[in-house]
């Protein structure tokens, strides 16, 4: 947590600084769910790649965003499996494209300004490292998960990867952690690292679904989240208020409606 972010806001407070908005995203459509056949004959079945109507899903979901935020996204982070990697090179395209051209369906050939935004990949995104998202079968049977994260950076647009970055989670979270002890708790705490640490900026962050249902159910208290689908999103907005040097960070709520970005919910 960085050290000019203390606590939460007091009652007693003047007007906040500044928002700061953190919108947290399922990667596009995988190919293992369209292909029956594909794990069979993949060398790396445990990280599936998007489809091409997963790209152009990503794509348009960062044109959306692009358009319709009331916001820029300053900084993206995202899980290191292949297909939120893909998802994030498509959404950040989008972005930070020097025109806006209607008649793009994927990023091939469409010219970026890479000063808009940097991009990262963040460890503790990933997905859960557990039997309940990752058939046993599947999994690689000597424990290497193999990600190269300097070919993973290689994937996404030129020029955008910020070199600079010290991760939160120096490693992949250890294989069969216990979803309701380690990975939705770590999901939760991604969120609030990643945002004090750049409490000045925007964050998107590109995960896995589970990632996303927790980002919702743990700063929107009373529901269960049953359904994200393939590039939905939550968005998250949190008060920065100054207090002399210091920063203070309010608490997280979330803006997202029922159904509306592809997250649907009902209360407890």
């Known amino acids: 947590m960085d050290s000019s972010v203390v606590g939460a806001a007091q009652s007693q407070t003047p007007p906040p600084e500044f928002y700061q908005n953190v919108v947290v995203m399922r990667h596009g459509d995988r190919i293992d769910n369209f292909d029956a056949l594909w794990v069979s004959t993949a060398t790396r079945p ?12 990503a794509f348009c979901t960062g044109r959306k965003f692009r358009n319709n935020l009331s916001f820029p996204i300053h900084r993206v982070f995202v899980s290191p499996f292949l297909r939120c990697v893909q998802t994030a090179a498509e959404v950040v395209a989008a972005l930070a494209a020097v ?7 994927v990023r091939d050939d469409v010219p970026i300004d890479p000063s808009k935004l ?3 990949v963040e460890y503790g995104l990933c997905e859960m490292m557990s ?4 058939r046993l079968e599947v999994a690689p049977k000597d424990g290497n998960w193999g990600f190269d994260i300097s070919e993973r950076e290689a994937m996404l647009p030129a020029g955008t990867v910020d070199k600079n970055v010290e991760r939160i989670y120096k490693e992949l979270p250890q294989w069969e952690e216990d979803p ?3 990975t939705r708790p770590r999901y939760k705490q991604i969120v609030k690292d990643l945002a004090d640490k750049y409490h000045t900026e925007n964050l998107l962050l590109v995960t896995h679904g589970e990632g996303v249902g927790v980002a919702l159910s743990s700063f929107k208290k009373g529901v269960t989240v049953f359904e994200v689908d393939y590039c939905g999103y939550v ?16 608490e997280f709520e979330v803006l997202t409606h029922n159904g509306q970005t592809g997250v649907n919910f009902i209360p407890d």
Request: aromatic share 6%.
């Open 180 to 182: 309701d002890l380690h």
């Open 46 to 57: 445990w990280d599936p790649p998007l489809v091409q109507q997963g790209r152009v899903r």
């Open 99 to 105: 025109a806006d051209d209607p008649n793009a369906l």
């Open 235 to 250: 968005q998250l907005r949190r008060p920065i208020f100054r207090k002399d040097q210091t920063f203070i960070a309010g």
């Open 118 to 120: 940097k991009v990262s």
């Open 131 to 134: 039997r309940a998202a990752i």
